[in-house]
């Protein structure tokens, strides 16, 4: 459960008015500034299965 506040995250015991989300994405970026880097991303399926989408590669990872 990720819980938000009104300016980013809150552990539970800080949430008093919690909203639960399900995270089907997260986004990663390498470099020292926005304008450049690189980007990849993980991916969850409706299966619960994750995968790491990097340029044209694809596989399939597990979190423990």
Not at 2 to 12: A, I, L, Q
Not at 23 to 31: E, F, K, N, Q, T
């Amino acid at each position: 459960t990720v819980y938000f506040g009104k300016y980013g995250f809150k552990s539970p015991k800080e949430a008093q008015n919690p909203y639960n989300y399900l995270l089907y994405g997260v986004i990663v970026h390498l470099g020292k500034g926005a304008k450049s880097g690189h980007y990849y991303s993980y991916v969850r399926t409706n299966k619960d299965e994750w995968f790491k989408c990097n340029d044209s590669i694809i596989a399939k990872v597990a979190f423990e």
